[in-house]
C-alpha cells in the first residue's frame, strides 16, 4: 500500500513569508508525528497527534508554528512569517493507534520530508 | 530538558567489519528505537527495544536496550557497502515523544 506522503518536497521562500506543509499518512494510521531536522542534526519532535485527543504541541518551537489534522487523516503544519532559521527539513510520519502494548503497533513509517529554505 | 547522546559521530569502516554505536540519555526511556536514513528519504525504522535489558537482532543487526534504561547499541556485523547511512537513536518515555539522538554517519569502504 502507500506510504506516508507530503508535499511539497521541496519549497523557497522568502522571509516574512507564511508557508503550509501538508502530510499524508498510512491509510488506517491514526497517529501522526511532526519533526525537524536540521542539515547534519538529529529529528527535532515538534508536534503529535493521537485519534481525536488533543494535540501534544510541545515541540513546536515559537507560536509562528501551528498544525492541524483535519478528519483525522491529513495534517497540515504552518509556519508564519517565516525566519531564515526555519530552514530545515519537515518530516512527517505515522502510526497505528496504541490500543495495547505492541511492538507492531508502535513502529513509525516517514514520509520523505518536505525541504523547506527560507531566504 | 532531555538529552540523548549518540556516538561516534561518523564512522570510516573497511568492509566487512564490525560496527558499534550506543546512545545515551539523561533520563530513563520505556522504548528504544534504531533507524537508518539515506540521502533525501525519512528515517527507516531497524530494531525496536520495549524492556530494559531486551537483546534483539535483526539479520546482521543487533541492538540492546541497556538495564538502566538510559542507554543502548547498535552493533552491524560483517558490514557492506550498503551499510552507508546516517543512523539514528531514538527513545520515548511515553510513546507521545520521540527524542533522536544527532546521528551515526556510517561510511563502509569497500
Known amino acids: 500500500g502507500a506510504g506516508v506522503s507530503q508535499s511539497p518536497s521541496n519549497k523557497v521562500t522568502e522571509k516574512g513569508k507564511d508557508v503550509e506543509l501538508r502530510c499524508d499518512p498510512i491509510?488506517?494510521?491514526?497517529?501522526l508525528y511532526w519533526y525537524r531536522q536540521s542539515l547534519g542534526q538529529g529529528l527535532e519532535f515538534l508536534i503529535y497527534?493521537?485519534?481525536?485527543?488533543?494535540?501534544?504541541k510541545s515541540g513546536l518551537p515559537s507560536d509562528r508554528f501551528s498544525a492541524e489534522r483535519t478528519g483525522g487523516s491529513v495534517s497540515t503544519l504552518t509556519i508564519q512569517r517565516t525566519q531564515q532559521e526555519d530552514s530545515a527539513v519537515y518530516l512527517c510520519?505515522?502510526?497505528?493507534?496504541?490500543?495495547?502494548?505492541?511492538?507492531?503497533?508502535?513502529?513509525?513509517?516517514f514520509g520523505p520530508g518536505t525541504r523547506l529554505l527560507v531566504l | 530538558g532531555q538529552q540523548l547522546n549518540q556516538s561516534p559521530q561518523s564512522m570510516f569502516i573497511q568492509e566487512g567489519e564490525d560496527v558499534s554505536m550506543n546512545c545515551t540519555s539523561s533520563?530513563?526511556?520505556?522504548?528504544w528505537l534504531w533507524y537508518k536514513q539515506d540521502p533525501g528519504e525519512g528515517p527507516v525504522l531497524l530494531i525496536a527495544?520495549?524492556?530494559?535489558?531486551e537483546l534483539t537482532s535483526n539479520g546482521r543487526l543487533t541492538a540492546q536496550f541497556g538495564i538502566t534504561r538510559k542507554d543502548s547499541f547498535l552493533n552491524i556485523s560483517a558490514s557492506i557497502p550498503s551499510d552507508v547511512g546516517i543512523y539514528f537513536c531514538?527513545?520515548?518515555?511515553?510513546?507521545?515523544?520521540?527524542?533522536f539522538g544527532s546521528g551515526t554517519k556510517l561510511n563502509v569502504k569497500p
Open positions: 510520519a505515522s502510526s497505528f493507534l496504541r490500543t495495547s502494548f505492541s511492538p507492531i503497533q508502535e513502529t513509525q513509517y
Open positions: 491509510s488506517g494510521h491514526t497517529a
Open positions: 497527534f493521537q485519534g481525536n485527543s488533543a494535540p501534544d
Open positions: 533520563s530513563i526511556f520505556n522504548t
Open positions: 527495544l520495549y524492556k530494559a535489558g
Open positions: 531514538a527513545g520515548s518515555y511515553n510513546f507521545n515523544k520521540f527524542y
